[in-house]
């Protein structure tokens, strides 16, 4: 290949970035600047990654979780080595030689494993600042990738495929590898988030454009599991995708784990970020099948949407509860408990999903530890608010609290159980007899979340748990202490479990992809839709049309970007010179055309006078001037007589619509004369075009127009 650049050029071109490496962390892009192929720098903007230089906790964090990442890795490749040998060999003093490297190999990656769930058990580095203790939130840690450089495959690909310079290319082709390089470091905030969509977006075209259906590649993008470390292989843009969209999630999390959930406006984008990240995981779930690492699985995923629902969902009660847990009116008592029941109702559910065989095994046990205190501990605080509002109400029950308290409890139809029998008090004393019984059982759940807490060896370091839920127990002896009497010796009965109810239905927030519009890196190509890795046309050629003034060119031209070649007189001077019907234009002159509508195209072409220079490529694999689609109809307006030195004529009408080959939603083209139309689409699999297909081609197109 022949490229524009000088040897120096070359080098400065190669300079792209200014950066530093962090032991285990990443580079960092912070400026790109490169040389077009006409010597002109060029300085690219766009999201950048965040500095590693920046020590905080999470990046601390990120930097341990890339070396041990990096250790499982040597590992599992020298007891897969081990293995290998041993399986070969027959001699006995090498198989006991080799099986004892493989128990040392076993210990190394079971000590790496645990380390890595320690790392993943450090829910509190990720939290908010509050001024009040508060149980910490479970946030994800990012997906770890290593770097690829794909700039010779694409240049290949460029010059096999599209038949065009691939040095004109090489500023787009670092753009991508910077954009690629700079997602593995995004921020914690809405710019991180950002980096991730742009990148994920681009992959949109990336895909199209050089990933053709009936080859792979020698392109391996490698992932390494967020919850095992172990990495995981594979060539297709879609394990990309999905590992892309777990980190976005990854990030959603800890972005809702760090806000200030003292106050109202912390809650309330704690919950939209718990929900981002619930909408997120669930689209992964219900798109991206055959999942290589145990992250992407589908029992994981489930998990991970259930747990960021409950996440959301005790931010809210938190949310809803502020400033009312004081409030000695009995319905909001009542309802504040039921709400709280809730939560621990979904956390119990969780509990059953995380501890599923598929499952429990890949997961930090703190986890499993805390979303068990946490189901204690919500409960607890229902009996809580119900037994304080029942026992601090001084006057008599009306209608609507009679009617709640209806419904407050579970029916119990077991005639052995040792429960209270009391839903609705009659009177006083049944009154204090019912609140003291939900105090009791407060203390008691709170209790028992405490012994769960001292269980795990993990979370017994976090003293803001122990905190939490010894300020709760303490808060529910002394009111219990407050209601017992000395010479009242009447055995205390479990109440009735409270019935979980909540009046806020939550609702999953999937990726919003138009909201990140993006520029395809590559759209001097041409129109995504007709120059994609999956269509197929002969190499450019070069035809050089001459004629008389008395003459005309001999061919009409229909469509836009490109303008497709609709028909071509026999024996014509076009016909001559090697045109067929169905040609596409991709230049006139030295002017690329690729992307021209339909009118440009054919002034260039009328102002060519009796020369033109015309480069046209030719469809291999169908004739775009035959709809496959029945329901679409080749539409003629009536021509249009113009004047000119011969007795010909030109059609003219409104041009063809180019958006019919548009991309994802959420993403652009570069071409202005496009209809904006919203697709739905599975993003992980090469869409087809639901409306109007491609493959309708320009041969759908409403305008003919004839240059003889």
């Not at 285990?24 to 790109?32: D, F, N």
């Not at 990656?109 to 600042?129: I, P």
């Not at 004629?547 to 469509?559: A, I, N």
Request: include cysteine.
């Amino acid at each position: 290949r022949q490229c524009a650049f000088t040897p120096t050029e070359r080098h400065q071109s190669l300079n792209v970035y200014r950066g530093i490496i962090c032991p285990g962390m990443l580079k960092w892009v912070v400026g790109a600047r490169a040389l077009t192929p006409t010597g002109t720098p060029e300085i690219r903007k766009r999201l950048v990654g965040s500095d590693p230089r920046s020590q905080t906790c999470r990046s601390k964090l990120q930097c341990k979780r890339s070396k041990l990442n990096q250790e499982i890795n040597k590992e599992l490749m020298l007891r897969a080595g081990a293995e290998n040998l041993f399986k070969a060999t027959t001699n006995k003093k090498l198989r006991e030689t080799v099986a004892l490297e493989l128990s040392f190999v076993n210990s190394n990656l079971q000590l790496l494993k645990e380390q890595l769930a320690e790392l993943n058990s450090s829910v509190d580095v990720y939290q908010g600042d509050g001024s009040a203790p508060e149980i910490p939130m479970i946030p994800l840690g990012l997906k770890e990738t290593k770097d690829i450089d794909v700039s010779d495959q694409f240049k290949d690909f460029i010059m096999e495929h599209y038949s065009e310079d691939p040095c004109k290319y090489e500023s787009a082709i670092q753009e991508f590898i910077d954009l690629r390089q700079a997602i593995r470091t995004p921020s914690r905030d809405e710019s991180g988030i950002a980096l991730l969509f742009e990148y994920f977006n681009q992959l949109y075209f990336i895909e199209r454009r050089f990933f053709p259906p009936e080859r792979t590649w020698s392109v391996y993008f490698e992932w390494y599991d967020s919850l095992t470390g172990v990495p995981s292989c594979q060539r297709t843009v879609a394990f990309e995708k999905a590992s892309i969209l777990f980190n976005i999630g990854a990030v959603y999390t800890q972005i809702g784990a760090r806000q200030n959930r003292g106050l109202s406006a912390g809650l309330e984008s704690a919950v939209d970020n718990f929900l981002r990240a619930a909408g997120t995981f669930k689209y992964i779930l219900e798109n991206f099948t055959n999942a290589p690492s145990m992250d992407l699985r589908p029992d994981m995923l489930e998990m991970l949407v259930q747990l960021m629902l409950a996440q959301g969902r005790e931010c809210l009660f938190s949310k809803i509860s502020l400033g009312q847990l004081e409030d000695g009116c009995i319905d909001t008592r009542l309802e504040l408990g039921q709400e709280a029941c809730q939560v621990s109702a979904e956390y119990d559910a969780i509990h059953g999903l995380i501890t599923k065989p598929s499952v429990k095994d890949y997961v930090p046990y703190s986890w499993i530890s805390l979303i068990h205190v946490k189901r204690e501990h919500y409960k607890a605080i229902g009996h809580f608010l119900v037994g304080t509002g029942l026992l601090d109400n001084k006057f008599p029950l009306g209608q609507k609290t009679k009617e709640a308290m209806a419904y407050l409890h579970k029916e119990c139809n077991d005639s052995n159980s040792t429960f209270l029998d009391i839903t609705v008090p009659q009177n006083q004393d049944e009154l204090k007899l019912l609140g003291r019984a939900h105090l009791r059982e407060s203390v008691l759940l709170h209790e028992e979340a405490l012994r769960v807490h001292r269980m795990c060896r993990r979370p017994r370091k976090q003293d803001l748990v122990q905190e939490v839920l010894k300020t709760w127990h303490t808060i529910a002896i002394e009111k219990y202490s407050t209601m017992e009497e000395e010479d009242d010796f009447q055995e205390i009965l479990d109440p009735l479990p409270i019935d979980a109810s909540t009046k806020y239905q939550l609702t999953l927030t999937s990726p919003d992809f138009s909201q990140y519009k993006v520029e395809d890196l590559f759209n001097g190509l041409g129109p995504v839709a007709i120059f994609s890795a999956k269509h197929h046309w002969t190499a450019p050629r070069d035809l050089r049309l001459d004629k008389l003034s008395s003459e005309g060119f001999g061919f009409s031209v229909r469509g836009d970007a490109p303008v497709i070649v609709a028909g071509v007189d026999s024996g014509g001077l076009a016909d001559m010179a090697g045109m067929k019907e169905g040609d596409f234009i991709v230049g006139i002159g030295d002017i690329d055309c690729k992307w021209l509508p339909h009118e440009e195209v054919v002034n260039q072409i009328k102002s060519a006078c009796d020369k033109l220079t015309l480069k046209l490529v030719t469809p291999m694999d169908r004739n775009y001037l035959k709809p496959k689609s029945t329901h679409l109809m080749t539409k003629s307006l009536p021509p249009t007589k113009w004047s000119s030195p011969t007795s010909t004529s030109s059609s003219s009408s409104s041009s063809g619509v180019s958006s019919l080959y548009h991309s994802q939603t959420g993403s652009l083209g570069n071409n202005s004369h496009k209809l904006e139309k919203k697709l739905t689409w599975n993003l992980f699999k090469k869409a087809r075009e639901r409306r109007r297909s491609v493959d309708d081609g320009p041969g759908a197109f409403v305008t003919n127009v004839i240059v003889r």
